[in-house]
């Protein structure tokens, strides 16, 4: 005989949340934020990013010099330059989680979910070009490898860290909304929210997020998990859910 399910309890904890009677704690989701300010930030971030990219050019053609050797003053420009392309995008990632753009204009949707990718190539690939094609031996060659090896570098990480890995349409989060009214679990890293916290997906958690569903996705779990939509029989169309096997 199977055994039977034990029943959970949620209990108020003062101020660290609730805890359930099993010792998960259930913290209360943050406000979910104002897309429009988090754009405005990400834009400020991506116009002093392509300000340390001129500033590189400069370094490089003598134009400014710092107490420093130009290789070391380029670096330097490319660290602070890849720091706010990459604050930039996850300020522009969370937006598009607050306000996403519609699949029903693919070009604004393919652009919206791709910016800090477009802006990370504008801020370093004219750069290496530049270093790369040089025929003026601004600098040795082997200082010169180093300085093109670095910026591809930090084109990638950048590249990476602002791809859009999980993106959801407005019409996916319209639909989550409309199907699921009340309250949703997640956990800190997981990639997608349950509608019980009795989930089997979360029983190795011991600290549970509870929010609406736009608390959820604002916080990047964009897809609901299929256990919970299977066990509660929503099948509405256009819902997000997730890929392959349940996770947390």
């Known amino acids: 005989m199977a055994e039977e ?37 990400a834009i400020i971030c991506w116009l002093v990013a392509i300000c340390f990219e001129v500033l590189g050019f400069l370094l490089y053609f003598d134009k400014i010099r ?5 290789l070391a003053g380029i670096i330097g420009v490319l660290v602070l330059d890849l ?4 604050i930039g995008s996850q300020l522009w990632k969370k937006a598009n989680r607050i306000d996403p753009a519609s699949k029903k204009n693919p070009v604004k949707f393919f652009l919206w979910n791709n910016m800090g990718v477009i802006v990370c ?21 082997k200082t010169k490898a180093i300085a093109v090896v670095v910026g591809i570098i930090a084109l990638l990480i950048g590249g990476l860290c602002s791809y859009d890995w999980n993106p ?29 916290a009795d989930c089997s997906h979360l029983n190795n958690s011991d600290t549970l ?23 509660d029989n929503i099948e509405a169309e256009g819902i997000k859910l997730e890929d392959g096997e349940a996770d947390e």
Do not use: M
């Open 5 to 41: 399910k034990k029943e959970r309890k949620i209990v108020k904890v003062e101020s660290e949340g609730k805890k359930t009677e099993d010792g998960k704690t259930i913290k209360e989701a943050k406000p979910v934020g104002n897309a429009g300010g988090l754009r405005c930030g």
């Open 83 to 86: 720091i706010f392309v990459i």
């Open 66 to 70: 710092l107490p420093l050797p130009t």
């Open 209 to 231: 997020y509870e929010g609406d569903v736009d608390q959820a996705i604002a916080d990047n779990k964009t897809r609901l998990c299929k256990t919970c939509a299977k066990r």
């Open 168 to 196: 959801i349409s407005s019409e996916e989060k319209a639909a989550a909304e409309a199907a699921i009214t009340g309250e949703v679990y997640w956990t800190q890293f997981g990639k997608v929210y349950h509608t019980s």
């Open 121 to 141: 190539i504008i801020a370093f690939l004219p750069y290496i070009i530049l270093i790369f094609t040089d025929k003026q031996n601004k600098l040795d060659k």
